[in-house]
């Protein structure tokens, strides 16, 4: 079965610091990776996703992710981070063959502060 | 395009009382599913629907949780009775049949069992 594990349960930063959220899944074939973004009192919305291709996808406001296959890993990265990036971040996985649900992580809150 | 609407918002029940959820997916989504997300956990699904078909149902506890896609469109979710740790926030998302790239949420509907 897949899982996902998100090291940092909190993270608190100060605005303009640098951003790695780390993110490893278990799974033994080839998966479809995301990290999700849950604004405060908002819905989950899609960040960023790598399906194949070149390993280091980037997504919306600034954030990009590197998948490692060896690794297992697929950490979230953003250089300069800014208030309003407070937010839970979810990264799920799921089965690249399709049609298969979406396996997400426990989340880490992001509290950015001035 | 409109996204995935449910509701109610919130709800407070007394447990071993009943409740449902409704969820309208985005139009043409054949795919639609259930995520239970307790509070500091990720989403857990619960029910994928294929059109008004059950694709996976293994995670649902179907001695209190039902649910239905009648005509493959709108989606109910009930709990019948409710416990304590049914307290938690319900989301509906949707994607085309066969879609990887991710589903559209909904806002949720947040249980809170008393």
């Known amino acids: 079965a897949q899982s996902v594990s998100q090291h940092n349960h909190h993270v608190i930063l100060s605005e303009a610091a640098s951003l790695e959220l780390g993110c490893n899944y278990s799974?033994?074939?080839?998966?479809?990776l995301f990290w999700y973004v849950q604004y405060p009192g908002q819905h989950l919305q899609l960040l960023l996703k790598?399906?194949?291709?070149?390993?280091l996808v980037k997504g919306i406001k600034g954030f990009e992710a590197e998948f490692i296959k060896s690794k297992f890993s697929f950490n979230l990265r953003k250089p300069s981070v800014q208030w309003s990036d407070t937010a839970e971040y979810f990264c799920?996985?799921?089965?690249?063959?399709?049609?298969?649900?979406?396996?997400f992580g426990k989340g880490t809150r992001l509290s950015v502060i001035a | 395009e409109a996204g995935v609407a449910q509701s109610p918002r919130y709800k407070i029940i007394e447990k071993r009382q009943s409740v449902a959820f409704w969820c309208n997916p985005i139009s043409g989504h054949a795919t639609l599913y259930w995520y239970q997300q307790i509070l500091g956990q990720g989403p857990k699904l619960l029910i994928q629907?294929?059109?008004?078909?059950?694709?996976?149902d293994s995670q649902l506890p179907k001695d209190r949780f039902s649910a239905e896609r009648l005509k493959g469109v709108d989606s109910t979710l009930k709990i019948q009775p409710a416990k304590l740790e049914d307290s938690a926030v319900y989301l509906c998302?949707?994607?085309?049949?066969?879609?990887?790239?991710?589903?559209?949420f909904g806002s949720g509907t947040r249980l809170t069992v008393v």
């Open positions: 998302a949707s994607s085309p049949a066969g879609w990887v790239d991710g589903y559209t």
């Open positions: 799974y033994g074939g080839t998966v479809n």
């Open positions: 790598y399906f194949s291709g070149d390993p």
């Open positions: 629907f294929q059109n008004n078909g059950v694709v996976d």
């Open positions: 799920a996985v799921n089965s690249a063959r399709g049609n298969t649900p979406l396996v």
